[in-house]
């Protein structure tokens, strides 16, 4: 086993994460980062650790989930009041955070526990329905809540921590996401969880309870969605629920699918691809030309999907693709070197 | 009185759900895919008819189905034929990438305000006590008319019952001579039809249109399509009736009315729990 | 209570698989019908009848992916009737599949892995944190497969994905999996199909070999007559769901009745 090899691949993108905060971290200390800068790496946090959690049900149990979205309004609405309420007697601090985190994360592990409930009895298109209807229910209720509890249509006010290096928190819970899935992903479980996606029939034949990782896999998946949305209620100054629509959904699915199905990798530079381009492409294209940008994202999604997923283009995608063609590369400098040596 | 308005005006909503969850539930029983993109065809639709209303508001109305007709072949034939046979994932993804393309395609062409279309004012019919929109009346004798001639052409046209065979199953259909892309293309075609022509009715009823203003009437009548159970041309007007006339007596209840999705969306889901397949679905058992 | 205790044959050998009157009605049809199996410890039993004949539907009543509309069924004398196919495993029935199902975006060693996940315990907060046991236990999976995918030679393939695998190494695969979940009897469903003389000789091979090797009871169904003629000690012959003859497999092979229901008169 190349047990070496795979330690340094495996803990590459722990590495990197880390490498990139502390990075920052030094340009704020030295006061050279940008605020609109800290605000994009807080944004970039939550796509992350929305999109590695999405992708554990997507990408790794293989079931359609259409209301993400609906997890992280569980998470921002019931954290951020946590949050808010606390702010009198313990102030903005961080054990607040911590409580608001827990909170947000609990309620909605406890919600993917009750849509996990339908994915054992559903298939395919059904599941995305009622995982997409879960998202709407969500949302409707937290609209029309009165002003008192949850803000209702005027939204819910919380509060801001640190400003400054919020981001930092942001992306040390990145990590934490990544810790738990990924350990989760290379474990017997993960298995066990890649194997229900492959052949369900299969996977209960040779012995693996089925209801235990489905529910498995949507309870940890919305904790990360909550935990998201607790970030979120705190680098805003109001949570509204009308962010958490359908679409939003959408814009997670489509970080996972553009990051690639089953890779944690994948999602994690799609995720943080799509933040900075949709930062960036806000500032250049305004007014009517704004819609350009989703143009071009329908776009890449549709001709994405086909190219990675037409039957009739599987003889081309073998031929060429990013492996085939640096084992080819590699082929080819070993053989020059070969024939040099025999030169030689 | 106000019972038999607030019943009126829900059948007739559900006769316009019915017609949109018809394209959804014969394009998931003809190709097994989920297109999501069935709303925004509405959208077009509507938009459609205000380039032609200078003429009369027939021509327009049918200008405009025939629009979403190829709309709806060339959408079939550019994204999904492709797919045929891959994962219903990637399909699934690819309708929901077509989706968002019509969407800010319409925004580009339109702007990203709602755009006033009026087709036609017709006025109010009463009856005593009860006061019915004519708009309401002609939605739901349209919509009648719309399934009635549909079964019709399911059960008794060459096509329609080509349609149900490749339905059943598509490879014993192909050997039994029938053009399955053929059948494809016109479920596409009939589907993007009944999609514009909701959109006359929607307009009939509020006379403005938005490039997303297909969402969600597209997925209340896929809602309705599922309640009905999917694949099931019965399922989906009986879906449709019953969405329709669930959302108008919520509505119709003020401390219950701004939940009226919640409740729609949730009635789905406990339906969908105790059975799986919906109201007329058929169970469909992987074999082992 | 009287249910779970063992059974054993005449001749002092345990039964490992009894079926007592086991039937299965889809609608109006009676697709198993009356069907009562009993087989000893060791033994390599198949299970024949023409197409349609409810053979597969047998393995699907003991396996537990349907339930008997009547009858019981039992294993080493504990009743298994109506429990759930991942149960059922773990009780010790294991079964491959007509239709080839491995786990195709896994790779060999990694099916083999998920095939011994009862075997060696590793709980989820051991894995997510890493404790130490979470190591020890995947090195254990990682050589327990390995020494699987030797015996079935397909330790030279164990980075492949499985669906990368050539047909014939697919159906060892699925038995090489089965056999991971240490199972008292292993179903194997026409584990010859589509499979050239030679592949059906090696395949021949191998099951011989497993069955000495682990000392495993197997019930088989297949098509190929020079298999069933080959390996299997009895047979059980079905047709319309109901059994038409059992007993020795030369015997029942040369029985004009069965002769009939497969070719005609």
Redesign the interface.
């Known amino acids: 086993m190349k047990l070496k090899n795979l330690k340094i691949k495996s803990y590459l993108n722990y590495i990197l994460i880390a490498a990139a905060t502390v990075f920052f971290l030094v340009l704020s200390l030295t006061g050279n980062l940008k605020t609109s800068t800290a605000y994009l790496l807080e944004e970039m946090a939550i796509k992350i650790m929305l999109a590695v959690s999405l992708s554990l049900v997507v990408g790794f149990l293989g079931e359609l989930s259409l209301g993400h979205a609906g997890f992280m309004c569980v998470g921002a609405y019931l954290g951020g009041k946590v949050a808010a309420m606390l702010v009198g007697p313990l102030g903005n601090s961080f054990l607040t955070l911590v409580i608001a985190l827990v909170v947000g994360g609990i309620c909605a592990g406890v919600c993917g526990f009750l849509i996990g409930l339908p994915a054992l009895r559903l298939r395919g298109d059904y599941l995305a329905i009622t995982t997409l209807a879960f998202g709407e229910i969500v949302r409707t209720i937290f609209q029309n809540t009165s002003a008192e509890t949850f803000g209702g249509p005027i939204g819910l006010p919380t509060p801001r921590f640190n400003d400054k290096y919020f981001y930092v928190i942001c992306f040390i819970l990145v990590l934490v996401t990544l810790f738990v899935i990924q350990n989760l992903i290379r474990s017997k479980h993960g298995r066990a969880i890649k194997a229900i996606r492959d052949n369900e029939i299969a996977a209960r034949a040779t012995g693996i309870n089925v209801t235990r990782y489905k529910l498995l896999g949507f309870i940890m998946s919305a904790v990360f969605a909550g935990l998201a949305g607790v970030l979120y209620s705190y680098t805003k100054f109001n949570v509204s629920s009308q962010i958490f629509d359908y679409n939003y959904s959408i814009e997670i699915l489509v970080i996972v699918v553009l990051g690639g199905m089953g890779s944690i990798n994948g999602s994690i530079i799609s995720a943080i691809a799509i933040t900075f381009l949709n930062r960036e492409l806000a500032n250049v294209l305004t007014g009517d030309l704004a819609i350009l940008k989703d143009l071009v994202y329908a776009l890449i999604l549709i001709v994405i999907v086909i190219y990675k997923n037409a039957p009739a283009l599987k003889g081309f995608r073998e031929k060429y693709n990013f492996k085939a063609l640096t084992a080819k590369l590699t082929k080819k400098k070993a053989a020059a070197a070969s024939a040099e040596k025999e030169e030689g | 009185m106000e019972f038999l308005t607030t019943f009126v005006n829900g059948l007739s909503l559900g006769g316009i759900y019915a017609m949109i969850a018809l394209g959804y539930t014969m394009v998931?029983g003809i190709a097994k895919m989920?297109n999501f993109a069935h709303g925004d065809i509405i959208m077009v639709g509507g938009y459609t008819i205000s380039l032609f209303l200078g003429a009369n508001p027939i021509v327009a109305i049918l200008a405009s189905m025939i629009f979403c007709m190829l709309l709806g072949v060339v959408v079939e034939k550019v994204?999904y034929k492709?797919?045929?046979?891959?994962?219903?994932?990637?399909v699934?993804?690819?309708a929901?990438?077509?989706s968002?393309?019509l969407?800010?395609?319409a925004?580009?062409l339109f702007?990203?305000a709602p755009k006033f279309i009026v087709i036609a004012d017709l006025g109010i019919l009463k009856i005593g006590e009860l006061a019915i929109g004519y708009s309401t009346i002609i939605t739901l004798a349209c919509s009648v008319v719309v399934m009635v001639a549909l079964s019709l052409f399911v059960k008794f046209s060459k096509t329609g019952r080509a349609m149900v065979a490749v339905s059943e199953d598509k490879g014993a259909a192909q050997l039994m001579g029938i053009n399955v892309n053929r059948i494809i293309m016109i479920t596409f075609a009939i589907g993007s039809a009944l999609a514009a022509l909701a959109s006359v009715f929607f307009l009939l009823k509020a006379p403005t249109m938005s490039p997303t203003f297909g969402?969600l009437p597209g997925?209340k009548a896929?809602?309705a399509a599922?309640i009905g159970g999917?694949g099931s041309i019965p399922g989906a007007m009986i879906g449709g009736l019953l969405l329709g006339v669930i959302e108008c007596f919520a509505q119709a209840v003020p401390a219950i009315s701004?939940?009226t999705?919640?409740i729609e969306?949730?009635i789905?889901?406990i339906l969908?729990?105790v059975k799986?397949s919906g109201l007329l679905g058929k169970m469909r058992r992987?074999k082992? | 209570m009287a249910e779970s205790k063992k059974l054993y044959a005449e001749d002092g050998r345990e039964i490992i698989i009894k079926t007592d009157h086991l039937c299965i009605q889809f609608g109006g049809l009676k697709a198993v019908d009356d069907v009562n199996l009993e087989i000893k410890q060791g033994e390599l039993y198949g299970l024949i009848g023409p197409n349609g004949a409810g053979k597969t539907t047998v393995f699907n009543l003991l396996t537990g992916v349907y339930k008997p509309t009547y009858g019981k069924v039992y294993l080493c004398g504990e009743n298994l009737t109506g429990k759930a196919p991942a149960e059922v495993n773990k009780k010790g029935i294991a079964r491959t599949f007509q239709n080839i199902r491995l786990f195709n975006n896994l790779t060999v060693i990694e099916n083999v892995m998920v095939g011994l996940a009862n075997q060696i315990p590793c709980s989820v907060f051991t894995s997510v944190v890493r404790l130490p046991g979470h190591k020890k236990s995947e090195a254990e999976f990682y050589e327990k497969a390995l020494e699987i995918l030797k015996v079935f030679k397909l330790d030279e393939f164990k980075d492949y994905l499985a669906a990368n695998l050539p047909y014939g190494k697919q159906r060892k695969l699925e038995i090489a999996r089965a056999m991971a979940t240490n199972p008292k009897l292993l179903l194997l469903d026409e584990p010859a199909a589509g499979m050239n003389p030679n592949e059906t000789q090696e395949l021949m091979d191998t099951i011989t070999f497993i069955r000495e090797k682990y000392n495993i009871t197997i019930l088989l169904i297949e098509h190929d007559m020079r298999l069933v003629g080959g390996i299997c000690e009895k047979l059980t012959v079905l047709n319309f769901g109901t059994e038409l003859a059992k007993g020795e497999t030369s015997e029942v092979l040369a029985n004009p009745e069965v002769i009939k229901a497969y070719i005609g008169e």
């Open positions: 998931y989920l994204a492709p797919l045929r046979g891959a994962s219903p994932l990637a699934l993804i690819t929901i990438g077509v968002y393309l969407q800010s395609i925004q580009m702007g990203s969402s997925i896929f809602t599922v999917i701004p939940y999705d919640a969306f949730s789905l889901i969908l729990l799986p992987e082992v």
